[in-house]
């Protein structure tokens, strides 16, 4: 058959046009969808935990200076995507401030360790040589909230696959477009490296029932949990190794030998920061009656705005559905919300500089016994520092989560951070100097407070492995 010219160019654009087509409608099914399978997001546990487990393998094949270029890898793409990614929290949860938001990621992205954290182990002697490895579990579930969702995402990413592993989350449902792109980034940055496709996989429609089950899947080796106490309970009683990292109710104490003006400016920093919406910031202040009242002016001096004990009254109506000591129950619509919108609700107008209520209360106002997770700071006046320290104890409710103090004495630091026995005891500065903002020492978004392990790094998700070589292979 002979073919002319015309025809040839017509068949040409025929092919191309339908190419075309195929390729828009390939897009299309991957933007209907949000998300394509290779960036990690599956509607099906099953799915998410059958890739995760095929990329361990991989990543095990790839060697260890591979994962550390890996590592590197995730740290860029999430330092340029932190601003995206607060802008992204803060649309969908409505929680907190964006410009604390992109510091959080910042510090996950820079101040997460990576696989410098494990350690290997030798034994030499009469009898031979003997190995320790810190070695990875496999398949890592972990469960994250709403409160810090892209900045849990990626210190849980960086340490977890530092430490060799591979990582399903069950992001908060109300974080989980967030959540979920912040995997995808960190995916495409694993790629980029040259490591596998889907190292970090996750659920595009989390709900409770998709935790649970997370929870209880065969192929889970170990559970990770961010969260309130309910979540904490319910790993716990799954049966497989857990870290748990908990809720607190950080205490700050402040004695007479305090440095006034820089204790208010530290608090009102800490406990407005992201809109007290981090586990470990400033949630009730014990605080000498001597100098009670000059660091009240001090506070207000840099952002805080004083309300009266009817004030107080009307506030508590605003902020809780219910105010029983054993289950208060706050009002979400107020959860990480500006102080000056919280204000409003009881009349009163203010500007933008101010970033944090305050209000003298005794000790058993809810506000002192309630993790609101507000930019609203009850101050507890106290005769002495054993006054402050027993109240500062029963605040933090046997939480074992983080504590303040602002103090020159020693001796009264001492015995604080003795009674209060918490994970995280700050002292003069900031709360999140505790996690190495501003303070040395690493960072994590996972302080496993109720299992032990404090602040989670790679070694965390590890298990050591032994190997005896007899007799043999010693040079002495
Ligand atoms: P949350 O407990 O409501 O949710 C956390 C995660 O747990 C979510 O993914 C949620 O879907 C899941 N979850 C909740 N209840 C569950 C249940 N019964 N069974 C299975 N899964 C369940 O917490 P949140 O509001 O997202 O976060 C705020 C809380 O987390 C605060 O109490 C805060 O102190 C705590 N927190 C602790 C740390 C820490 O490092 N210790 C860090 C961040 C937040």
């Known amino acids: 058959m002979e073919v002319n010219s015309e025809q040839i160019s017509r068949l040409v654009e025929e092919v191309v046009k339908r190419v075309k087509s195929e390729l828009d409608n390939k897009d299309k099914a991957v933007q209907l969808s949000g998300f394509s399978s290779s960036d990690g997001i599956f509607s099906s546990l099953d799915d998410a935990i059958r890739h995760a487990e095929k990329s361990q393998e991989f990543l095990l094949s790839l060697g260890f200076e591979k994962r550390k270029e890996i590592i590197s890898s995730m740290r860029k793409y999430a330092i340029e995507n932190a601003e995206y990614l607060a802008e992204f929290a803060h649309r969908e949860t409505g929680l907190g401030r964006v410009k604390d938001k992109v510091a959080k990621n910042l510090l996950a992205a820079k101040k997460t360790p990576g696989c410098e954290d494990l350690e290997s182990k030798t034994y030499t002697g009469d009898d031979g040589l003997t190995l320790v490895e810190m070695a990875p579990y496999g398949v890592i579930g972990s469960i994250t909230p709403t409160t810090n969702p892209s900045s849990t995402i990626i210190n849980n990413s960086i340490s977890m696959v530092a430490a060799g592993n591979a990582v399903v989350f069950n992001p908060h449902p109300s974080a989980k477009g967030v959540s979920n792109e912040t995997v995808r980034i960190l995916n495409r940055a694993i790629r980029a490296a040259g490591g596998p496709e889907t190292l970090l996989c996750s659920i595009s429609e989390p709900t409770l029932e998709t935790s649970k089950a997370l929870m209880k899947h065969p192929k889970i080796k170990m559970l990770v949990v961010t969260g309130g106490g309910e979540v904490v309970k319910a790993a716990m009683a799954s049966g497989k190794k857990v870290i748990a990292a908990g809720p607190g109710n950080p205490p700050v104490i402040v004695d007479e030998t305090a440095n006034i003006k820089n204790a208010a400016k530290h608090i009102v920093d800490g406990a407005s920061f992201d809109n007290c919406v981090l586990c470990i910031a400033e949630k009730e202040v014990f605080a000498v009656s001597k100098i009670v009242d000059e660091l009240k002016e001090e506070m207000k001096k840099n952002g805080a705005y004083e309300i009266n004990s009817r004030q107080a009254d009307e506030l508590v109506k605003v902020l809780f559905k219910d105010t029983n000591r054993e289950h208060p129950v706050t009002n979400k619509k107020f959860v990480g919300k500006d102080a000056r919108l919280i204000l409003e609700q009881i009349g009163i107008h203010v500007g933008p ?43 933090e409710n046997g939480c074992r989560h983080t504590a303040i103090m602002h103090s020159e004495n020693v001796v009264n630091m001492t015995k604080a951070a003795r009674a209060l026995n918490t994970t995280i005891f700050v002292k003069n500065a900031p709360s999140y100097a505790g996690l190495g903002f501003g303070g040395e020492g690493f960072t994590t978004l996972t302080i496993a407070g109720p299992t032990g392990e404090g602040l989670t790094s790679a070694r965390s998700f590890t298990r050591q492995r032994r190997c005896v070589l007899k007799d043999s292979f010693r040079i002495i």
């Open 353 to 395: 500089e101010i970033r944090l209520v305050i209000t003298e209360v005794d000790e058993n106002h809810p506000f002192v016994y309630t993790e609101m997770l507000m930019p609203v700071l009850p101050i507890v006046r106290v005769r002495d520092v054993d006054e402050a320290i027993e109240k500062a104890v029963r605040a």
